[in-house]
């Protein structure tokens, strides 16, 4: 058994935990733990030019550029986006007037190992893997037990806790925080060699969902389809075969599909649906990133929602001085403050989704378009 004290303690170390431990580590004594040793292979690898913003000013940007991951760079930059939606018609969106720059196509592992050893660098005490257990508050601290896989535990005091969980929002949960899901959207994934010229993603809509394709630093390409959970054969979707057979039916990922070499590596179905917290402040604790509101993979914008509202939340914890000075009215303030800013965000990205989901009318008789017009 282990004890260990913080002022702040981060659970889990994906790009909102990491983006927080970062921010917060020269005023504070922060602890993050995560329930993985290392970060995983995931889809999700489109970083919106504002993105460099944040990692500039956090002084992150120039150290990606090092980073050199199984002989590729952890990122190449996106020429832009070639969209087959609301028409037969293809339209280029491109970057080349966005004074942000270039989208940033992530190597997604590298980038968040990348993260995490800065994390470290700066100071912050990094527990993995440990998985929360349980969670209980006697003020003014909050007493959280972890575990790791061989059961080892963790017992850890905080003055605040942050919930950087992901979709699961596993502490704001056991707070009994429920979660309200807009809609039903999963996405199947999988990843071929890709050696073509045009490195420009694709996003391509069909009857029952979207498809959208990216290439990644090391020559390989993304392929996704996105659908909802009651719509998709999930037994035909784990199975390569019915996989490109379906991919073969889009005219977009055919003609994708025409130059890639070798195997597809199918690795499976991941939720994808819009969701929210529907509290994400309470007695010194706050929920981040994916854990309060999680986006539709069509606007590109989770990792920079993580990373933004992470810095948000660290303006809120020392304006209201919630670790030091955890008093009625500086918690009332700081609770009314992050919610407010986390719901003008939710508000402003559903008005977005449903008008670009609007904009494809040409399977009127479909459920998957209906549920969205
Ligand atoms: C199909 C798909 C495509 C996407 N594409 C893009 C894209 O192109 N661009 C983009 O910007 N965004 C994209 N996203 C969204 C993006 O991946 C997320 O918004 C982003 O990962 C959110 O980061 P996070 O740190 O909040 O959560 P997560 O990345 O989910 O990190 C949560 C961390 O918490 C840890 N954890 C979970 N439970 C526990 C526990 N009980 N105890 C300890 N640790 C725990 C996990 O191991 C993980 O490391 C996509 C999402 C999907 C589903």
Redesign the pocket.
Known sequence: MANHKSDILI???????CIAAISLVDNYHVIM????SE?QD???????PTAQRILRQLDLLKGMEDVIHNNEPMYFKNKGMQSHWGSEQIHIIDHLSNPDGSVLNLNRKAFETYLRTVAIQRGVQCIWP???ASQAYENPHWHIV?KDHKHKTYNLTARFVID?????S?FARKQGVKRHHIDQLI?C?ATISDHQQNKMSRISASENGWWYS?VLPNNKRVL?F?TDSDLMDRKAMQDADCFLALAQSNPVMKSVLEKALGDIELHGI???NSTCSQQVAGQQWAV????AI??D?LS???????MASAIQLKELINKFDVVNHPNTKNRHQFETDYTKQINQIWLHYLTHKDHYYRQEKRWKESVFWKRRH
């Open positions: 659970i889990g170390g994906g790009i909102a935990g733990i995560d329930t993985l970060p995931r889809i999700g690898e489109s970083l919106a440990a998985k929360l972890a950087a969980t992901g979709r699961q596993h996405a994934w990216a996704a996105h991941v939720a994808a981040l990133g994916d854990a999680s986006f993979p590109s914008q989770g990792m920079f929602n993580a």
